[in-house]
């Protein structure tokens, strides 16, 4: 498909450069001129070097860690643009940060996820792009178009190479995960099992039960974001504990907060798969890791996005 070169251009801010790279060079165009720097103190300040009058934008910018710096850089970014009147302005948020804040738990709590929405739907975005949301009702939270993509096809089409046969199985690490987990589970032939879990106090992770056969399987554990890496380890110790033949951990956006990589080395993981939503930083690498490229997804979203073509149709079977 021929890219409307005057017609669309692709930005980014600092979050993610490499993967901004990368799309741009699946889409055959460059990275647009502009430049997201800091003040003496602290204030972020934008240049947008080329004309983007008339313009479909795109501007890629994960709300990873720095989570506050990069979410600024991206409202900021989406405000030069609409100054500068880009015809149509669409956020292409790999990662999506606050979006475990989705709902009040208790009295009081806020509803970040929502907050967040707010801000980028007011700066002047029209259209959202986002790679698997902690949870569907996001989409919701937007007064805008959001596409919505799952990360599970990148994955299942690198677990398929590993030619597993009927000697997979794959767990959902937690009940709000099945869905996920069965999607994966369909792409690949395999059964579904599902880990029961409950913490008698806060920060503590007790292993109830294991809900299906894992004996003598190759498990294949997945999950949308892996933060501290507490549940998964845990579910991958009773994997083993259950007769697991070999334990395969994926995720797609590996968040790796505080204890998470001590945790992912010292688990019985075979191999841990991820996406590159967010960049690993020096230290956040493993051996046993593979990190899988979601620029060619975004990038076919974001041609057909621009085509007026439908996103969806990416994902049927």
């Known amino acids: 498909m021929k890219v409307s070169r005057w017609r669309m251009k692709l930005f980014t801010g600092n979050a993610n450069t490499a993967l901004a790279q990368a799309i741009a060079k699946y889409l055959g165009i460059p990275v647009g001129d502009a430049k997201v720097t800091r003040f003496c103190d602290g204030e972020i300040g934008c240049e947008i070097d080329e004309s983007v009058r008339g313009v479909d934008v795109f501007v890629v910018q994960p709300t990873c860690s720095p989570v506050n710096d990069n979410l600024m850089e991206l409202l900021i970014m989406i405000d030069a643009f609409r100054r500068a009147s880009a015809s149509r302005i669409n956020a292409v948020i790999p ?6 804040q989705d709902r009040k738990s208790r009295a009081r709590d806020p509803i970040t996820a929502k907050l967040v929405s707010n801000l980028i739907v007011e700066a002047g975005a029209q259209r959202v792009v986002a790679v698997d949301l902690h949870a569907n009702q996001i989409q919701g939270f937007f007064d805008i178009p959001v596409d919505h993509l799952p990360g599970v096809p990148t994955i299942a089409e690198y677990l398929k190479r590993k030619q597993f046969g009927d000697q997979a199985v794959v767990v959902s690490p937690d009940v709000g995960g099945v869905t996920r987990a069965r999607d994966l589970a369909a792409k690949l032939g395999a059964p579904l099992a599902i880990v029961d879990k409950r913490r008698p106090a806060p920060n503590q992770l007790e292993i109830m039960n294991v809900i299906g056969d894992v004996n003598g399987k190759h498990v294949i554990i997945v999950d949308d974001i892996i933060d501290t890496a507490g549940t998964i380890c845990e579910a991958a110790r009773a994997m083993v504990e259950k007769g697991a033949r070999e334990v395969y951990c994926c995720c ?12 992912l080395a010292a688990a019985p993981f075979k191999e841990i798969v991820v996406t590159n939503t967010i960049p690993l930083a020096q230290g956040k690498t493993l051996p046993n890791m593979t990190v899988l490229s979601i620029a060619p997804l975004v990038g076919e979203a974001i041609l057909r996005i621009h085509e007026d073509l439908s996103v969806s149709k990416l994902f049927e079977v």
Request: aromatic content about 22%; charged content about 15%.
């Open 95 to 100: 990662y999506y940060g606050y979006a475990r």
């Open 252 to 263: 797609t956006h590996p968040v790796f907060s505080g204890p998470a990589i001590e945790r």
